[in-house]
């Protein structure tokens, strides 16, 4: 028997912000489903030139792809929703830390969120208790 359950949906989201998500939803999914490798080589391009994102705009940006669709919004939708929310701040020139890990309490989960300012954004947990296992940040521009 399963127990009813219902996802708490972010409200009050911009339909600018929506359209954003939207746009970046296909393009998160499709890169969900590359391996590891190959995820950080995609955001490894798509990073460069942005300025590091505030945990209010890391926040929006997770916010808006949680309203967009039930795969984010679910508890297994960890990799899709932080890759999303990533792009969606690239494309408004910022850029927050996507981060993989596991959890450093039992039982093991592996996991997928963004951070800003150093901590998990949105993610309800206190500090330290995710380990990072793969972490893509903005970068500053190199000295000319």
Known sequence: MTTPSALERPT????????GARAVLLPA???????????RAVLD???RGAAPATTAQAQAARDAMC????????????LPRSLGAAL????????PTWCTGVSTVPPFNAHA?????GRPVGEGVPD???????????????DR
């Open 12 to 19: 009050g989201v911009p339909f600018a912000r929506r359209l």
């Open 29 to 39: 999914v499709a890169l969900a489903l590359l391996p590891p490798r190959r995820i």
């Open 45 to 47: 391009v798509a990073r």
């Open 67 to 78: 309203a967009v669709s039930l795969r984010c919004a679910g508890p297994k939708g960890c």
């Open 88 to 95: 969606l701040c690239r494309l408004s020139g910022t850029w």
């Open 113 to 117: 969120w963004i951070e800003a300012d």
């Open 128 to 142: 330290g208790y995710f380990t990072r296992l793969i972490a893509v940040a903005a970068r500053s521009r190199p």
